[in-house]
């Protein structure tokens, strides 16, 4: 900005035939042509679309790479219906042999839920409660729950 701002003190055709003489010129952008006459940036953008004057735009740069994401697992999907099948009852201790709540659940039990379908009530909400080793399921859940896809 050169002293005192000019942008003010032009009249609607000034200020139309000023930012035409700039591009003219060859202004580079239109916050060179805002730094020119004393405004800012948005104000010739908004001017300049208003008026259907066309202003100089930068050159798009392609944008940067996006990195590459991690491989997924592979997920098998089928048409066909959704097969549940049976396990076969392990042999579980009769202080387990209920389950716990959640609220029960201590540090070291299993997490796994016990129920078949949803919706469920809270008093039905139990979960196997055996000891685990390391995680949040014993052995036998964390063999179901931790699979490798198929190949």
Not at 26 to 47: D, R, V, W
Not at 74 to 100: C, N, Y
């Amino acid at each position: 900005m050169n002293g005192d701002p000019l942008w003010p003190r032009l009249n609607l055709g000034e200020k139309k035939l000023a930012i035409r003489a700039a591009v003219a010129e060859g202004a580079p952008s239109a916050a060179y042509i805002a730094q020119q006459m004393g405004t800012t940036k948005n104000a010739i953008i908004g001017f300049a679309d208003r008026h259907k004057i066309p202003l100089p735009r930068k050159a798009h740069t392609k944008p940067a790479p996006k990195p590459t994401p991690r491989p997924r697992m592979a997920v098998k999907r089928t048409s066909g219906p959704i097969v549940t099948v049976a396990r076969a009852p392990r042999d579980i201790g009769p202080e387990i042999a209920g389950g716990v709540t959640l609220m029960d659940a201590g540090r070291g039990q299993c997490r796994w839920p016990l129920w078949d379908a949803l919706p469920l009530e809270a008093s039905c909400a139990k979960f196997c409660g055996a000891a685990v080793d390391s995680g949040v399921y014993c052995a036998e859940h964390r063999a179901l729950a931790y699979t490798a896809p198929d190949e």
